[in-house]
């Protein structure tokens, strides 16, 4: 058995809003084709795609949102929110595979099988409990939050986002909740969706002073990453979570589209490795990564797969 395992296969590369869209079905394959370029697929477990199933989303999401999702997946007309965020026919059992592979890696890392695990096309972190937002149906990063708790009892949970967007439908549906550490460098939202994410929000009422965010100028480079990470690193010591949740978004490497980051794939890579360290000292070595955003291919095949190099280390 390998030390990682990353879900491959085409139902996850559903979740995608058309060919020609940034966030295409094709992205999965993009990421795949480089894997096994780098010979990556043979040193890691491959995992099939889970459905998960329609109650898991209300541990995050409210009822009534679940059934305007459901709705628009069955139409596949307008949008799921005010015009970021296309409804397509399927979007329901798309939105799922992702939220049941999540689900799969979590029952997989909790019971030791295997503690290091990579989902991409997961990490749609601005959908809110009750609205789909920026390219995101349902909030994996949430009903993972929500399932450690009500299932495995694990309460102290580190999330860690390093997409150039601010992580807003993790960050306000935990603000309150000093036992949700969230670290996030992103771009200044002054110059980008969502606009969120001042250094000054560190949490609410009896979470202030819980949650770390490191808005970053439009053109920071890795220079600019690696002046900030180890404020991370000693937030999270501090902090010492019983697991890591990576966001590891691609759209912060130099070249994407739609940001203006420029960070390099190293990055990512060291990100993961630093947290895979944290994961060792403090989680019995537990960390579940998800690929998050990324709109040039050739920076999430990088990106990513430099994510799933060092869950090999
Ligand atoms: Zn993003």
Redesign the pocket.
Same mark, same amino acid.
């Given at each position: 058995m390998a030390i990682a395992s990353v879900y491959f296969g085409e139902h996850l590369g559903r979740y995608g809003f058309g060919e020609g869209h940034p966030f295409g079905p094709d992205r999965i394959h993009a990421f795949w084709n480089e894997t096994v370029k780098q010979g990556i697929d043979k040193r890691v477990d491959i995992l099939p795609p889970v459905a998960g199933d329609e109650k898991s989303l209300l541990r995050f999401h409210t009822p009534e949102y679940i059934q305007r999702v459901k709705a628009a997946s069955q139409s596949g007309l307008g949008y799921l929110d005010h015009g970021d965020t296309p409804a397509f026919k399927g979007v329901l059992e798309a939105g799922l595979y992702v939220v049941g592979s999540d689900l799969d890696a979590l029952a997989r890392i909790v019971s030791g099988e295997t503690p290091r695990v990579f989902v991409p096309i997961a990490g749609l !972190?601005h959908a809110r409990r009750d609205a789909a937002a @920026?390219f995101c149906a349902f909030n994996d990063c949430g009903i993972i939050i929500e399932t450690l708790r009500s299932h495995y009892a694990i309460q102290r949970i580190a999330y860690i986002d390093i $997409?150039? !967007?601010h992580g807003d439908g993790v960050f306000y549906a935990y603000e309150d909740d000093p036992d949700v550490a969230i670290a996030d460098l992103h771009e200044d939202g002054r110059y980008l969706y969502p606009g969120t994410g001042a250094a000054s929000e560190t949490g609410i009422g009896a979470a202030v002073g819980t949650k770390l965010n490191i808005p970053l100028a439009p053109g920071s480079d890795d220079q600019v990453f690696h002046r900030a990470w180890p404020q991370v690193e000693t937030y999270l010591r501090a902090f010492k979570p019983e697991i890591i949740l990576l966001q590891a %978004?691609a $759209?912060?490497i130099e070249g994407d589209p739609?940001?203006h980051l420029r960070f390099s794939p190293a990055a990512h890579a060291h990100a993961t490795a630093s947290l895979i360290k944290i994961a060792d000292e403090f989680c019995q070595g537990r960390i579940i990564a998800m690929g @998050? %955003? @990324?709109y040039n291919r050739n920076n999430l095949a990088l990106g990513w797969n430099e994510v799933l190099k060092a869950m090999l280390v």
């Open positions: !972190h @920026g $997409d150039a !967007h %978004g $759209d912060s739609i940001t @998050g %955003g @990324g």
